[in-house]
């Protein structure tokens, strides 16, 4: 079972930038694909971005354009270069790792402890 830390969450200006890193140990990493998620309080978690081993990506339509998923199979490391960031953007984001077998099974793969992201004027 891989484990997962996240960093890089903070204090942002709305229009400014941050990039979360997870990093990822424990197991071979290229066999997972990678999500970010987030929660802001009061809302159920949302998928944000997701990244296959193979580097395709997929964004909610909220962050499309503004939000880059990305990955380094060597490093074992995700990121989410988040761009225009917006209030409505605060929440604590998660990284999240699942295998072929999670994604069919329905089942929740591994998740880490989570970077809070907040966006003020």
């Known amino acids: 079972q891989v484990e997962l830390a996240e960093s890089g969450g903070g204090l942002v200006q ?3 930038s941050l990039r979360l890193s997870c990093a990822a140990w424990g197991s071979t990493f290229s066999m ?8 802001a309080p009061g809302k159920q978690r ?3 971005a997701s ?3 193979g ?3 997929n964004y909610a339509d909220s962050v499309k354009g503004r939000f880059t998923i990305s990955r380094d199979n060597i490093k074992n490391m995700v990121y989410l270069q988040m ?5 409505e953007d605060t929440a604590l984001y998660y990284c999240n790792a699942k295998t072929f077998d999670d994604i069919r099974q329905s089942t929740s793969g591994s998740w880490g402890q989570g970077t809070q992201v907040t966006v003020f004027s």
């Open 14 to 16: 709305p229009g400014g």
């Open 32 to 39: 997972y694909v990678m999500y970010w998620y987030r929660q």
């Open 46 to 48: 949302e998928l944000v």
């Open 51 to 53: 990244i296959t081993s």
């Open 55 to 57: 580097y395709s990506t």
């Open 83 to 87: 761009n225009s960031l917006k209030p």
